[in-house]
């Protein structure tokens, strides 16, 4: 289980979160309604991820995170 936690300032405009895999599948997308995001480990086969954040379709920040 993994925990994001978005700045303020992201509730206050319209922001999406995408998830996307090694490859560049996008495998999630939401838009960003509250402070923290609980995402599960076992929604995702092992492997290597990114999370992005985008407003105006343009990325913010881009993290990334591994399941085992």
Known sequence: E???VAEDGLLKDHY???????????????????LQTRIL???????????SIMKNNRFVRTEKFIVY
Do not use: H, L, R, W
């Open 2 to 4: 993994a925990m994001i």
């Open 16 to 34: 999406v979160m995408m998830i996307t895999d090694a490859s560049g599948k996008v495998i999630k997308k939401f838009n960003v309604q509250q």
């Open 41 to 51: 480990a076992d929604e995702f086969a092992p492997g290597i991820y990114f999370c």
